[in-house]
């Protein structure tokens, strides 16, 4: 056990399982110049910087990952998948089906996301949806270091396309992280951060730390909030969100991405299909909204689900409206 | 029986040749009856795909497209298998999921088709990697099209390769038509194995309808990507014989540049050359076709009997 | 009012709305070899081939959306919309907000899709949820003739980004359709197919012929079903969809793209979260599985929705289910 | 006040070079003193801006990327309100919703920026293809990188350009430098000019850093595009004097490297120039330098006391 940050965790992560595993290899824009100890430790040959090229960036780690190697690359932020997603969709996503299982693909994409730096829509886009809606992957969006550790690592070792998207509000944070194998964290389980009977709030990334906020807030007025953090956004774990369904009657799924077609509208949907006796209340969705994200700090702040949207909207549940 | 095939003498590559024709045939034939699956016939490349399939080896690998067929089975691919696939029969190469647009045979070393045009092109790279990485022997072909050339994965294939040095002998089959639109007007160049010039690729364009002439570029393209690491551009300047696909009658095309092509037929030259250079006679190649409409029928019947899949193996083989 | 074809209409609606204003261009792989009487009419400057490259196809459309024309293009099958990202979503659906709305971009982007056709899953893929989840955009995806139409008409004369799918199934299906302006359907309305006060039954495309014949086989048990054809998915035309399930306090959505994060889950969410207390039952999603599409004939007719999968849905909810 | 400049005499140029300069030095003053936005800097390439945008019209249309400062100043954007954007308040080019990375400017003709490495290259066609349909005078610059020349969109956007002869200048802007890659582990070349012969497309290199002789090749190019009506590419050869961005501090950068191309500062070559070849004298000079900080200090002023967005801009500017 040990305290590092969210960034020294991924790299931790990455470190064990190219140790691990000489099939592990690592490439994308200037990796190899930001990572030199992995450089140094691994070889210019399993840590590549590439051109300025996502598509066949992607491209390459889906045809390496069906023929013998176990790729993982850097791509950056979200939005630049963009140029990316016939390898990733139509590819990886598809072509073991297509071939009858005669591939597989033992690959992760990384890619960065979350507003909070000003830096505009190009940048800050949560994309993740995109990923659950499209068959053949996997999607991971951890929240906190031991998390990222053991999820990325897991993610490595998964022989399927796994999306590892990591929130940039979330680098610095630091946590209690396990070494070696220990560390481990299965893809598909969410985690409780809090438990409580009242109400579930469902929360993945940066926003897990908004509900635990949250939760605080409502434990004040008397609200005994249970707090979700999923996780992985695919395969989502249902028992875990139907059993504290159940317990509560009452839910509220919040997230930065926009709320049409999101997390959210699977998690609410979700649950009114399969847990609708158990609900108590409307399911309540605290989002972003439907617009690009502004550069702006102000409009950046407003932007973003802060901890009072979650109280008020677990107040207005409770208040039965 | 899963065989790759790598002879190379004159008479090997007729009948592969003739072997494709009579699949591409018989399959127009099936689709014109009715109730059958529409294809991207091959029609007219035979010799393009022949000459440069029997240049590999057999630890060499292939990536190929939606117009395959001819490299399947010049590789050695069971037509029966191959029209079971074509059909959505659990004999089929990828048990019938596939259908005919991205036929891949890991046996027979043809991975990772795609019908996404390009798709080809970003895949390589990764599977020569895997070559370079694992250092196994063998090389990898990656057969892709003129308008393939057009999409952006065609540069930053081809760039990546360079920089990195992977063993790619990228094949580039020139047929002068992009489903409805003629190449003229999608480019300014006439041939495109010159753009390899800048990435500081080695490139050549041959006729691709004499089989002779691919064999003999293809082995010495593959010989240099062996030797140096490095990749490699081959231009098959050929011919789309057929419409883009089964219900394409081609009332688009210039009628002279088809007849013009037709005259250039790749069967017809190599008939022409075993007659006159390796001594076979008409009644030879009159048997050696009778051979191939035979094999044919037993292709047909064997995918015709064969099994649709079971509707349980909808959710299987998505995850590994 | 004549009776023509779905594929009919679309070429209508482009002749009718290419002469209406000549700022309207028509470009993709093959439209000018495909439409002819179009080049004739309109000139090659207007109904043009394009090289294969789907990026730059879409890139120019937008640039061009944005300085003055009005383009339409054609992309061909939804898939092939993986290389076309960038310009769609990072630029048409954000750049007029990122420039503080210096810019609009009047354009319009076609895209077949829809299985049937033993294609496979590389042209089959039903991608629209993709759209709606992504700010800035509007996406429309038809059921009928008069639909398509004056559908593709609305959408050429709006001065946002709008994707129009087909699904090829209905390519061939002939209906009346009203001639110049009065075929105009708004964007953002969604249909009553059938109305009926027991269950509402939400489809776009050909689910909607899917659930109309599913309402017969109902009415024969003795179930008045409504039929809501959503023609748009976004903007979603909530008020219709809020006053049907009101009425029926049951509900179905049926489409053929994936379930994760599709139209469903964002109607199943949007319902429970403003229309709970109406709620007689679960609100049931009938949508094919999370696969990519076989080619197969038997697998193929397997992966779509079906009458009776509508049929058995429903009297799972009126059994309590 | 927003006035396009076309002005192109030597001093002119100067003074835009100057404003450039000062104006990222301000930026990296206030950025280094905290509690201010990251920026990407022009340091070092205000030649290769200036030159090519004074050889523009105002009727004619620039696209630009993440590094945009000296392209926008060199146009005539008003630095109070480049910094006011880069701040995120109401006053800037883009009401604040921008931020740094994609600041267009459309009363300076400056259209349609993105930080998407492509994709001004992407968009550049279809600005284009409006002037050319719509029968408007003036061309259309594209401002990329040597990274950008990496991205598959720039095969595409050059090709398209060429087929339908779009009148576009690309200008690439080479600063050795791609982020945190060096453009010589991203291709075999060292030059991206010729890469344009593939698709027919004439082309010129020219020296980056002396602002005289990229006047004279932008006027050389402009002139021909208008002429023909058809695309080039100019590559300007410069180099990225600061860090990717505010805190990337370049220690991976080759000391002798930097050292190199800052003995070729373009300011201090343009100075020598001025000094010897047009009369001006080292007064002359600092007061020049003095007018562009006094400048810098309003647009500062201005910038700090305008008025962040009201919270209701969120949702407002999303459709039409
Ligand atoms: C990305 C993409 N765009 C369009 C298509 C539709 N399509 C299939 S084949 C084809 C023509 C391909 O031309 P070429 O690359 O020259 O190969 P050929 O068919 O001539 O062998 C087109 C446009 C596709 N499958 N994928
Ligand atoms: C598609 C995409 N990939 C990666 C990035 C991250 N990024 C921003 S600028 C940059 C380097 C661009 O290099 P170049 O094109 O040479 O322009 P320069 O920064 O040198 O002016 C990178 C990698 C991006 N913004 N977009
Ligand atoms: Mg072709
Ligand atoms: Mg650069």
Known sequence: MSEITVNDAIVQALNEEMQRDARVLLFGEGVATLQPELVKRFGADRVRNTPLSEAIIAGTAVGAAATGLRPVIDMLYAPFLAYAMDAIVNSAGKLRYMSGGQFEFPLVVLAKTGAGWGVGAQHSHNLEAWFVHSPGLKVVMPSNAADFKGLLK??????????????????YDSGRVAAGEEALVPIGKAAIARSGCDVTLVAYAKCVPTCLQAAEQLAALGVDAEVIDLRTLKPLDEATLLTSVRKTGRLVVVHEAGPLCGIGAEIAALISEQAFSALKAPVRRVTSPDVPTPASPVLERAFLPQAPDVVAAVRGLLGGA | MDFIRTERDPLSLYQSMLLIRAYEKRLAALF??????????????????????????????????????????????DPGRLIAEVMGKTTGYCGGKSGTLHISAKALGVVLTSTIVGGELSLATGVALSKQMLKQAGIVACFFGDGAACEGIFHESLNLASVWELPVLYVCENNQWQAFVHRRETMIADRIAPWAGNYAIDYASVDGNDVNAVLTAAEAAVERIRRTGKPYLLETCTYRQKGHFSLDDQGYVDADELTRWKALDPLRRMEAYLLESAGLSADDLAALRAQAEAGLDDAVAFAQQSPYPDSSALTADVYA
């Open chain 1, 154 to 171: 897991s993610a490595i070792r998964d022989d399927n396309p796994v999306l590892f998207f990591s929130d940039m509000a979330l680098g």
């Open chain 2, 32 to 77: 014109a009856a009715g109730n059958f699956p529409l294809t991207c016939s091959a029609q007219g490349q035979e010799a393009a795909a022949v000459g440069v399939v029997r240049a590999l080896n057999a630890d060499d690998r292939i990536l190929t497209n939606h117009r395959s067929s001819a490299h399947l089975l010049a590789r050695g691919a």
